[in-house]
């Protein structure tokens, strides 16, 4: 397994470990407002998903379909559908040796070229980032236990898929 396929596999890994935990909250607990990122856990692992799903679609050339299924359930089926599609265009990207090739994002305004590979490590980034702002109002919810979220963890729980 290379570098790749690690980063990407234990991205979608720990997001969803975060989706299972927030799967024994109730709405309330899911909707309570915090001082952080997008305040809520939902509105955070909405962002997270629909950020896979938006950049996977524009470096795609595809046009972009606006999910709205914000249920646990729901944003977990739409991980395995974003993680899937990421994970095909990254791999592309890397046997293609495409990493410093352009793609036009068109929602930029005006549009600007972007590389791929920089893009492809903002998503991973990206959702890390959002990830331990979810840890936190897990946290302060006083929610256990709570993911530790990283590499090894990932690599532990015999996730390599070679």
Known sequence: MDLLDRLLQHD????????DVCATLNDAELDQEFDIGHRT?????DHIIHNMEVWTSLMMQEEIQKQSNLTILGMTQRLAVAEERLANLARK??????WDELWTDHLDDPPRDKAYGT??????????????????????????????????SWEHNDNLTF
């Open 12 to 19: 979608a890994w720990t997001t969803r470990q975060l989706l």
């Open 41 to 45: 856990l939902r509105a955070t692992l």
């Open 93 to 98: 990207v890397a046997k293609d040796d495409a």
């Open 119 to 152: 893009s492809i490590a903002h998503i991973i980034t990206h959702s890390m980032h959002h990830r331990a702002q979810l840890l936190y109002m897990l946290r302060v919810s006083g929610v256990k236990p709570l993911p530790e979220g990283d590499v090894f």
